[in-house]
């Protein structure tokens, strides 16, 4: 995460509880948020409305507020997490950099069918400049001198023959690596601006990169012990799936720790 100022900031009556109505974890050490797509977790400009400028509605009586481990794309929802202590959120981000998470994500995606059973898809990747403030990722390339080794491994859970409802597990943590791999595969997320996601569904507009991030097993930063935060889908997500002719398997346990 980009190194911040974790003294707090007021936040709104309004924000306050907006944000409390966002947890789905709590304990000493650690809040879990659902993240709605739409809210950004980090942005350059500090005045920005973030998840992380409304961590300050949690800020305990000497200013300090806790702090955001890793990071969701904007327009991707799903569970995130913060630590209240450094000490804590230094634990938990060496757990994420060391590969200890296990992140399970629900995809929305267009193209031929897939193969039965689980994928493990494996690319290297790299990042690049697709326009003046706008960076991106692609396949690396010979004699590319920043590539970073990607894995991703996917499952069918539902499809109609051209959509497809998957649940995605990164083995590694590159910028937008579900998304690239996905497009490479010819089946890009729906809603995907940057990778080749249609933005149209039956001649209706796909509302939103259809990605949610539904599960996180982490190993709790000052418990020792293991920790499993689910994210239920949100509406939108619900109803893009069911207009697409879809439905969420009734064995998929989703719902919040």
């Known amino acids: 995460m980009t190194k911040r100022n974790y003294e707090a900031q007021p936040v709104s009556d309004a924000d306050r509880d907006y944000v409390h109505g966002l947890v789905i974890h709590e304990d000493s050490a650690v ?51 913060a630590c209240k202590t450094q000490p804590a959120a230094a634990a938990l981000s060496h757990a994420f950099a060391e590969r200890q998470v296990d992140k399970t994500y629900l995809a929305i995606v267009q193209g031929a069918p897939l193969a039965e059973g689980e994928t493990e898809f494996s690319m290297a990747l790299t990042r690049h400049i697709a326009r003046p403030g706008l960076e991106l990722m692609r396949a690396a390339r010979p004699g ?99 207009a697409a002719g879809l439905e969420m398997p009734a064995d998929l346990a989703l719902g919040a720790s």
């Open 31 to 81: 809040l879990a948020f659902n993240k709605p797509s739409g809210l950004p977790v980090q942005t350059r400009n500090p005045d920005d409305r973030t998840l992380d400028a409304l961590m300050a509605a949690f800020a305990r009586s000497n200013g300090k507020r806790p702090r955001l481990v890793h990071r969701l794309d904007a327009q991707t929802s799903g569970v995130i997490v």
């Open 144 to 242: 590319d001198q920043a590539s970073q080794s990607a894995v991703t491994r996917w499952r069918v859970l539902a499809t109609n023959g051209s959509t497809h409802l998957l649940s995605v597990e990164p083995q590694t943590g590159r910028m937008h690596q579900i998304r690239v791999h996905l497009s490479i595969q010819g089946r890009p997320i729906l809603g995907d601006p940057y990778y080749g996601g249609a933005a149209t569904l039956k001649g209706e507009p796909v509302p939103r990169l259809m990605l949610h991030a539904a599960r996180l097993d982490i190993p709790h930063p000052t418990g020792g012990n293991r920790i499993v935060i689910n994210a239920p889908p949100p509406a939108d997500f619900l109803a893009f799936l069911s």
